[in-house]
């Protein structure tokens, strides 16, 4: 499955065209290679998000279902969630 749909599939951001954006800026990453949109994510593959405030890394444990009403198994775990305190 694509990086940018399985990111909108499994729900870690909202839009399939914010995860083209967060690629095309270099912010995500895929077994520590800065990512396309079009990059297939199998199982195993560990994959780093930098938002603006905080930097998830986590593990793709399966391909997610895209039926909205399916019941779905976790398709990632989280291996870090570092936060960082935006300047005021």
Known sequence: MR????????????????AQELC????IEVNGHTAKPAKEVRP???V??????????LEV??????SRNASQEPSYRIL????TERPA
Do not use: F, M, Q, W
């Not at 990086?3 to 914010?18: F, H, I, M, N, Q």
């Not at 095309?24 to 912010?27: F, N």
């Not at 870090?80 to 936060?83: G, N, Q, V």
């Open 24 to 27: 095309e800026h270099g912010l």
């Open 3 to 18: 990086l940018d749909l399985y990111l909108k599939t499994s729900r870690l951001v909202k839009r399939r065209a914010v």
């Open 48 to 57: 780093k998000i930098s938002y603006t405030s905080r930097t998830i890394e």
């Open 80 to 83: 870090s969630d570092d936060r």
């Open 61 to 66: 444990l399966g391909i997610p279902v895209k």
């Open 44 to 46: 195993g593959d560990r």
